[in-house]
């Protein structure tokens, strides 16, 4: 059942009863518009924390996984900070992620004499758009990524290890069990799922360190395994048009979150080539999380290193690589876009904005600053039908539009709050896709037990 946005303004129990009301979608406020009485959201809460090497290192340490503050994560005393600190590095400790940088004790202490809570969110103009929520899956799943194809937006569980298949037009859901090579029970890790540009649906997975592509007319899995054990399968290497890179060849290239390595597959044969990336002095390997990556023109590849603080490239046909260090420290860069230009643009997670490089020039040429203070911009998409970018607004529940010319951004909100996003998806007749993507999921305040799936279509 397809539930709608206006949804988000109703008790979860009169939720159940008016969902198939013969009622109009929600739309986000009109253009130009802004609520007088906005919630105090994430955003709002970090951009109140005093700016400097400590904040950032808490916006690098804990929303990566969910949003920090209100709604859910926020704490008043030093005890509540020091135990919920020290349950989430255990956490960070048994999925071997090594993202949190500071000691407990530290971090409770910097929190207890810094956080307030702002007496109101921010207001801002926001664009307007008809939103639809689909649930599926498990409430107790966590969701990382979606996309669309073959009449269908498609999730994957982390921890439950089924593959959902929502029709973008009645809502209907299909669940396929994934043969992920884990012991039952345990997680394969379903990380981020995407397609070629002949349609195939493709998910890594970092637990089992596998990559499976899912042919969505057979309903047929093929399993790839044998890549380097402990590196943490990440993400697939993407092109401009933010379909899976495919080389002359039919290679598809994947990142690895816990090596500086990037793995290329032949999909025919098997066969998987490991290939190096320049070393990041005076870091644990694991610790520099080489996180995602882009091709340009000329089957090069661009690659951000989010604790590293750099993004640097990879020639496979050479083997040439480089790296360069961002502009400030501990930006944290995040999941980028390149565009037909070869430009990247580069999300920085921990300050709030846009590293734009050219890479036919060698240089930075904009450095821009998302609207909404506090925000932290998981991940920028460019929509291959219009060639604008998108970029998540994972702390403040809203997607934004990048004009790539002017430069300006268009707001739109989410219906939720705790909307914590990490990727977009567009389909050609205009619709913009998302999923909700915290861990915990329960972090986003919704009414139904599920995962969800969100299509936004701008008016």
Known sequence: MIRDSWSARLPAVVCGVLLNAVLPAASLAAEGEASAAEPVRSADWLAALPEGDTRRKVVLGCTPCHQM?????????????????????????????????????????????????????????????????????????????????????????????????????????????????????????????????????????????????????????????????????????????????????????????????????????????????????????????????????????????????????????????????????????KRLAIDKDDVLWIPELASGKITVYDTRAAKVVDRLTLPIPGDFPYAIRRNRYTGDLWVTGSGSDSLYRLDPKTKQFSVYRLPRQGAYTRTVSFTEDGDIWTCYASFPNAHTIKPYDNGVVVRLRPQ
Request: glycine content about 10%.
């Open 69 to 333: 503050g209100p709604p859910i994560a926020l704490r008043n005393s030093l005890e509540d900070w020091k135990t919920v600190i020290g349950r989430m590095k255990k956490i960070d400790h048994d999925l071997d992620l090594a993202l949190i940088r500071m000691e407990a004790d530290e971090l409770a202490e910097w929190l207890t004499k810094n956080a307030r809570m702002p007496e109101q969110g921010f207001a801002i103009a926001t664009a307007k758009a008809d939103i639809r929520e689909y649930p599926a899956g498990s409430g107790k799943g966590f969701y990382h990524d979606m996309t669309v194809t073959a009449g269908k937006a498609w999730i994957a569980d982390y921890f439950g290890n089924k593959l959902y298949g929502i029709d973008t037009k009645s809502g209907a859901v299909e669940t396929f069990d994934i043969p992920v090579d884990v012991p039952p029970g345990k997680p394969g890790g379903a990380h981020q799922i995407d397609i070629t540009r002949s349609g195939e649906l493709w998910i890594t997975f970092t637990k089992s360190e596998q990559v499976i592509r899912f042919d969505t007319t057979t309903r047929e899995f093929k399993v790839y395994s044998g890549f380097e054990k402990g590196a943490n399968v990440q993400y697939f290497v993407v092109d401009a048009d933010r379909y899976i890179y495919e080389d002359p060849q039919g290679g598809i290239f994947m990142t690895h979150f816990s090596r500086e390595i990037i793995s290329r597959l032949d999909p025919k044969t098997g066969e998987i080539k490991v290939y190096h990336t320049t070393r990041t002095a005076d870091m644990e390997e694991k610790g520099v999380h080489l996180y995602a990556a882009v091709a340009d023109s000329k089957g090069r590849l661009w690659y951000t290193e989010t604790h590293g603080n750099r993004f640097g490239m990879l020639d496979p046909q050479t083997g040439e690589t480089f790296e360069k260090d961002m502009v400030e420290k501990w930006v944290g860069p």
